[in-house]
């Protein structure tokens, strides 16, 4: 039997946190929440999952950063993340491409469009 | 007179030579006419082979045809289905952002928790970083209890009764502009993308005007209609309650 896949969901807004888990709540997926950037990035290195969710601006340690620092990461360094960004602006997406994120979503946040992006990289 | 010996054999000869030529003609008609018999045998069953190779053609050109057909069809309903899909997410995720606004709303126990909560579902749910949320103080005039991304001056207009915005308060309807306010306008007191007044009753508890939308929006949604009567029902009440528990305990 299969293990099944892990996303993590990084953001400090519990309001964002209940729509992605109401969007992947019929997908195949167990899910794992961070409130910010260091438990986010802490929670990857402890519990290796599939792919992670990560909003941008949050508390102690904003999302570049965490992605950054999970980038470095020698066991986590491949693990692919999509940005949950609010301001969708060439600079906030080159930053994000910069700090090596996959791929990026706008708030608000189109459910069809966040589950294709999460099957382009790690399947359903 | 009497026969002469050469003349004889010589029409004799000639004779012969006749008859055998008749002969070598007959055989050679005879000949002909069996491969003209053959020829003509040949011709009919290619003539038959042609008609069953048309035949043939015809039917699977015929056959081609359904199956183009079919494909057509098929290829349209996967279409269809691809559209229904997408259009049933689309009412999934809908129906996820009004719940969990309902939910935020409703399950918020202090007047900090509703106007984070306001505060997140015009963030997250609506896409708008430039809004001010107000109230009324005892005499009914507006004050601004709340912000995001909007100037100083700017706020402190906002709620005078001079203010654009004044007229759409006593109103206490829903106002939305529409086309909407987006990124690349000017930021225009006069013109909020939506002020959504909460009001319990007659009695107005607060309102949200909402100015420029997120780059990334391109205009005023159904959704977002919804979510606003969302915010003007449940919020409503959830700032009403939270009043009422605050004069309840003022009374104890």
Same mark, same amino acid.
């Given at each position: 039997?299969?293990? %099944?896949?892990?996303?993590?969901?990084?953001?400090?807004?519990?309001?964002?946190?209940?729509?992605?888990?109401?969007?992947?709540?019929?997908?195949?997926?167990?899910?794992?929440?961070? %409130?910010?950037?260091?438990?986010?990035?802490?929670?990857?290195?402890?519990?290796?999952?599939?792919?992670?969710?990560?909003?941008? #601006? #949050?508390? %102690?340690?904003?999302?570049?950063?965490?992605? %950054?620092?999970?980038?470095?990461?020698?066991?986590?360094?491949?693990?692919?993340?999509?940005?949950?960004?609010?301001?969708?602006?060439?600079?906030?997406?080159?930053?994000?491409?910069?700090?090596?994120?996959?791929?990026?979503?706008?708030?608000?946040?189109?459910?069809?469009?966040?589950?294709?992006?999460?099957?382009?990289?790690?399947?359903? | 007179?009497?026969?002469?010996?050469?003349?004889?054999?010589?029409?004799?000869?000639? @004779?012969?030579? &006749?008859?055998?030529?008749?002969?070598?003609?007959?055989?050679?008609?005879?000949?002909?006419?069996? @491969?003209?018999?053959?020829?003509?045998?040949?011709?009919?069953? @290619?003539?038959?082979?042609?008609?069953? /190779?048309?035949?043939?053609?015809?039917?699977?050109? &015929?056959?081609?045809?359904?199956?183009?057909?079919?494909?057509?069809?098929?290829?349209?309903?996967?279409?269809?289905?691809?559209?229904?899909?997408?259009?049933?997410?689309?009412?999934?995720?809908?129906?996820?952002?009004?719940?969990?606004?309902?939910?935020? /709303?409703?399950?918020?126990?202090?007047?900090?928790?509703?106007?984070?909560?306001?505060?997140?579902?015009?963030?997250?749910?609506?896409?708008?970083?430039?809004?001010?949320?107000?109230?009324?103080?005892?005499?009914?005039?507006?004050?601004?209890?709340?912000?995001?991304?909007?100037?100083?001056?700017?706020?402190?207009?906002?709620? &005078?009764?001079?203010?654009?915005?004044?007229?759409? /308060?006593?109103?206490?309807? @829903?106002?939305? &502009?529409?086309?909407?306010?987006?990124?690349?306008?000017?930021?225009?007191?006069?013109?909020?993308?939506?002020?959504?007044?909460?009001?319990?009753?007659?009695?107005?508890?607060?309102?949200?005007?909402?100015?420029?939308? /997120?780059?990334?929006?391109?205009?005023?949604?159904?959704?977002?209609?919804?979510?606003?009567?969302?915010?003007?029902?449940?919020?409503?009440?959830?700032?009403?309650?939270?009043?009422?528990?605050?004069?309840?305990?003022?009374?104890?």
């Amino acid at each position: 039997m299969t293990q %099944r896949k892990k996303i993590l969901l990084v953001d400090d807004s519990s309001t964002v946190l209940m729509v992605e888990q109401m969007i992947l709540r019929n997908s195949p997926f167990d899910i794992l929440i961070a %409130r910010d950037g260091e438990a986010g990035f802490e929670t990857a290195v402890k519990e290796r999952p599939d792919l992670i969710l990560m909003d941008v #601006m #949050m508390p %102690r340690m904003d999302g570049f950063d965490a992605l %950054r620092e999970i980038r470095a990461h020698e066991e986590i360094k491949d693990t692919p993340v999509i940005m949950v960004t609010t301001r969708g602006e060439g600079v906030n997406i080159e930053t994000g491409y910069t700090a090596g994120c996959n791929d990026y979503v706008t708030k608000p946040i189109n459910g069809s469009e966040l589950l294709s992006k999460i099957n382009n990289l790690i399947g359903s | 007179m009497a026969n002469d010996p050469n003349q004889e054999s010589y029409v004799r000869r000639v @004779l012969e030579e &006749t008859r055998e030529y008749e002969r070598r003609l007959r055989e050679d008609n005879e000949s002909l006419r069996e @491969l003209v018999a053959t020829l003509e045998c040949e011709r009919i069953a @290619l003539r038959k082979r042609v008609e069953e /190779l048309e035949a043939g053609v015809t039917q699977q050109l &015929t056959e081609m045809s359904t199956l183009r057909e079919r494909l057509t069809a098929q290829v349209n309903a996967n279409l269809k289905s691809t559209e229904q899909q997408l259009a049933i997410e689309q009412q999934n995720t809908n129906l996820a952002n009004l719940y969990v606004a309902s939910y935020r /709303l409703n399950g918020a126990l202090d007047r900090a928790e509703i106007v984070d909560a306001i505060r997140e579902i015009v963030i997250n749910l609506v896409g708008c970083e430039e809004f001010a949320l107000l109230e009324p103080d005892h005499g009914g005039a507006w004050k601004v209890c709340s912000s995001m991304g909007l100037p100083e001056d700017f706020l402190a207009r906002m709620a &005078t009764p001079e203010s654009p915005l004044a007229g759409h /308060l006593e109103s206490r309807r @829903l106002h939305v &502009t529409d086309p909407a306010v987006l990124s690349v306008d000017e930021l225009d007191l006069s013109r909020p993308t939506a002020c959504v007044v909460m009001s319990v009753g007659d009695e107005a508890v607060g309102a949200v005007a909402m100015y420029r939308l /997120l780059p990334q929006k391109s205009g005023i949604e159904p959704l977002d209609r919804e979510i606003f009567d969302l915010l003007a029902a449940n919020a409503a009440m959830a700032l009403y309650r939270v009043k009422l528990q605050e004069q309840v305990k003022g009374v104890q």
